[in-house]
């Protein structure tokens, strides 16, 4: 069992907490996806439920909680996914919820935390300014501050997305995570080393990223200056020093991908599977893509993450024509 | 309990028969979608699963049932869909699978049916052409002939989606069902009226491609010389009267769409959902388009039923820049 935050008993009791919408995701073999790039490749879908991504696992579980205790209030920091996940689960049990974004962030999840019925924030800066900014209002209000990946209900939520691939025998060798706070790698892979130790865990990240993967591999909190990646949903750049802690017990790698990859990536899940995703979750396509030698032959699971995206930019990044139909 | 060919228990029985990977498929409120559509839809998704579209669910049965019997052939005539999921379904049963289409169906799908191992027939003609083609072949090979919607396993496969519409208590006033065969209407159909009656069963069909729907209106069986339509899924011209019969038991209304709704309901399924969906699967949002009165303030179900599409047309369909991003 792995020594990690994470404790399996908790992660099967998440699931009696998730509304059943955000459970027991698509998982599932995309062959014309394995024939382009060489290896048998499953999609676990979290893109089909009423926030478009895996977050809602997670807040489930902390609005449940503070919902339980009678706290009233709660705010986070959000590149957009966890901040529509927790005013979707906040709203359903009537909390008052303030989302801190970057102004820079994708319209969509902001005009969506918005309809949510959330307050939204938005802070001049990229997305670790939206962090001080949440724990400045949570310091102040004096109500609860949701960190991703910190707080130990995002892991928990993330999880049994591990759960549902270790149900039954896996088939697969490989399962590729997006790397971001760390929340999705440390929840699921805190599961398959607890259940299927053999399956290899690998966190993909953005070279222009790469925060947490430095971090991963000189074993110490690596922060960098900035961030230049399309790929909004993992683009931190000071790792929390607990987390990478877990990350260092259940992750066997973590590499980081070209923005070209990305978006080939992307490319590559609208032709060959027919899914419109947000570039984060393109990274496990993108890993792929830049090592097809490392993954031939193998059965790799790739969790598509989210689904969020302008679809402006999202043409612009695919093409308006890819060139052939299947 | 309606008085159709279909039979609850048998429905049930079904279950344990077809491949999870088809079966529990996400069902979820889609807030944006409704917002822009003036009441309340919710998605259930039969596009995330190996062939991409429900037909799975009763060729699994189908399947199942030749492999149990001795059998080792078997022929279908297809639009594309039924096609690939009975080579899927064949192909893990060591069933060798004919398919008959027309040259003239969407790509995407043959290159489908064909890298599933089955072996393809194309007809120089339209579907009722290829279902003629797909019966000589059945009669001079003494092999086991499929007939989509004609073959009660195609309406009890469809079925089960039903069951997992009324799991739990129906919140739906409507349930919107493409209607081409009838298999998915019928099945669908029957379901709710034995367990929620009081949910409207609406099935929808393109004005180009309208002999179910006329028959179904004039209870006797009406055919079309010809059809014209982007829906390739549901384009016949010759209704099965076996079929007919049970849809007029199920059936509260048939309607009729138009090619641009059929259209429009493609873009706002990829604008407001993220959803890349096949015409068909978009004629439930073409029916609200065209009737928003009629649904104003109601919990609609739309199914989405398959996602397979060329991607070149579908990029002419919906537009390259859809004007926003949201």
Redesign the interface.
Known sequence: MPQTRLDIARIRAARQVIDP?FL?????????LG?ALGCAVS?K?E????V?SFKGRGTELVASLLADTGERAVVCASAGNLGQALAWSGRGRGLDVTVVASRFAT??KL??IR??GARLELVDGDHEMARERAADIARRGGIRLVEDSLDIETCEGAATIGLELVDGAPSFDTVLIALGGGALATGVGHVLKAYAPEVEVICVQPLGAPAMTRSWRQRRVVTTESTDTIADGVAGRRPIPAVLDDLLQVADDAVLVQEASIVAGMRML??HA???VEPSAALGIAAILEDRDRFAGRHVVTIVCG???????Y?RWVG???????
Chains 1, 2 share one sequence.
């Open positions: 919408v027991d995701t698509p998982l599932y073999r995309c062959e014309p024939a999609v879908l893109t089909a439920n009423p478009r319209v969509a005009d969506r309809a949510l609208l032709e027919g899914l419109v689904g969020n995206v302008d679809l402006g930019a043409h308006a024509d890819p060139g052939h139909g299947s």
